[in-house]
């Protein structure tokens, strides 16, 4: 049974809409006429090659950086410093405070986010198995990246965004990092975009694929639609992108 199936998604209300977003840096068009809606309960994986945009693409959705046109709603708000809290971001790097134990990061986490759900906090702490006395400067990628999962992932934001979450990361810690996004979406209530280009590991999680390349999207298609045509994520992606 596909993981959309199981979850029983909620489809209907767009939770996610951009409209012609355009973004500049200096003379460089970094995205240009980017539009896209993701409605509650999907999961979308947001694909391309490195410096196609989606970095930037989700800087926007979260509200932390303004387009230079275009717009972006969240749940029918506009984004921005009002929808910060519905948004959780597990930036491409790691943005975590180093010199703080995992235990201190997160009881200040707890406190930073008014969304923080402890008792989630603590069974991500089991089901990834991140260390909590460790230093958060000393990890390795894979504690890292679990780490950054564990943080986005005991909020109650329903839009969830996770930037090249599998980047650097073994086997095992892949593995787990796709079994707790699963697990959330049991619950069918949040959205998920997921830039990435690690496709493989991640292709049964995705309900739709947007495929971005130099700032545009190029493709989008449905993940049912290509299975009944017997195409993979991965075959299209190479399709489109070479490889
Ligand atoms: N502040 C900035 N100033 C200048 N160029 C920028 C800036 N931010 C991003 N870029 C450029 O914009 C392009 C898109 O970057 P972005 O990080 O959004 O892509 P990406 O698809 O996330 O790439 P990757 O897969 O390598 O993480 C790249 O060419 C990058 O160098």
Redesign the pocket.
Known sequence: MKIAEQRGQSAGQAAVVCRDIQFC??T?E?LSGVSLTVHAGEIVGIL??????????FRIISGIVPPHAGWVRLFGRPAGVNTLSNTALMP?RSKLPGWLTVREWLGFASRLYPDWDSDRATELVDSLEVPLESRISTLSRGQDARLQTLTCLARRARVVLL??PLAGVDLVSRERIAAAVVRELASGERVFLI?T?DVRELEQLFDRIVL?DQ?RVIAEESVEALRAKGVSVEQRYREVFGG
């Open positions: 840096a200096g460089k970094i391309g090659p490195n410096g196609a945009g989606k970095s930037t693409l491409d930037d090249e830039a280009h971005l700032g």
